[in-house]
């Protein structure tokens, strides 16, 4: 399939796309970005995605140069002109071109990849998944900027190990995954850590939905809470409701997906269908 996609005001085909090689996106990895895709042909939380995107612009100083409604028609757009129903998009701003290597002329780039809707192997969500940890502490964590450079780093570690992310720790405590953000439960409580992390979407809506299930606390998450935790799963737009039964090799409750997991992961699939 030949995939188009936005870049400053047009959509292209991926092929014949470019930015500028002194862009200081590409320079010095100083730019914003957001993912988001589509299920049963219907954005999922946009608004929420296009807020997300505009506090991580304006933390580095950045502007978003779409409205939201626009912003919608642009992925309508994107989608029709690549003939498909379902969808990622990667939606990435940058101040644009530098002559020094820090300062820029407001002339900001953005853009828009269209990617197939990424899916994990259905066996993850039976059987769970792996997370190996790290300790490492992303810089300016609420913003979803272009600095993966740890999480890069250190995918051939975590490929190798057959984990499906790389989970941060901080001075004995528990933050967030590379690309997800982490929950634990410990009897009839869920539990997930409420600062140093990026506010997830699909995390917004867990726990939404989880607090008419048991009892729900945003706070602080120790690594002795992690290890001795009935339960844990992960979120993510590219990830759902995932279940990890094992971290650093170690299994988590039983090493089988946990009954709170189970039942969240089903109200969230509902959810999602009926969105």
């Avoid at 790290?134 to 600095?147: C, D, G, Q, T």
């Avoid at 299930?213 to 979120?235: G, N, P, Y």
């Avoid at 590219?238 to 990890?244: A, D, F, G, Y």
Wanted: contains cysteine.
């Amino acid at each position: 399939m030949k995939k188009y996609i936005y870049l400053n005001d047009r959509i292209v085909s991926l092929d014949k796309a470019a930015i500028f090689a002194n862009d200081l996106g590409l320079l010095r990895g100083f730019g914003v970005m957001d993912f988001l895709r589509t299920f049963n042909g219907k954005l999922f939380h946009l608004p929420d995605h296009y807020k997300r995107f505009c506090s991580s612009a304006k933390m580095l100083g950045l502007r978003v140069p779409v409205k939201e409604e626009e912003l919608a028609k642009i992925l309508s757009h994107l989608l029709a002109k690549n003939k498909v129903r379902d969808a990622s998009f990667r939606l990435i701003l940058t101040p644009g071109r530098t002559d020094n290597g820090l300062d820029h002329n407001g002339l900001q780039t953005f853009f828009i990849l269209t990617e197939d809707p990424y899916n994990l192997p259905d066996k993850m969500f039976i059987a769970g998944a792996s997370l190996i940890t790290s300790e490492y502490e992303r810089i300016l964590p609420e913003s979803k900027h272009l600095n993966y450079l740890w999480a890069v780093k250190m995918y051939p570690v975590r490929k190798k190990k057959e984990a499906v992310d790389l989970l941060y720790l901080k001075d004995g405590k528990v933050t967030e995954c590379a690309t997800s953000n982490i929950f634990i439960v410990k009897k009839d409580r869920l539990i997930t850590p409420k600062k140093g992390i990026l506010p997830g979407i699909t995390r917004k809506v867990v726990l939404d939905l989880s607090k008419k299930l048991l009892q729900v606390k945003e706070s602080e998450v120790t690594e002795r809470e992690l290890w001795l935790a009935d339960e844990v799963f992960i979120t993510a737009t590219s990830k759902s409701v995932l279940p990890i039964t094992k971290i650093d090799g170690k299994k988590i409750g039983g090493g089988q997906p946990g009954p709170w997991t189970k039942k969240i992961m089903t109200v969230f699939d509902e959810y999602k269908k009926n969105y």
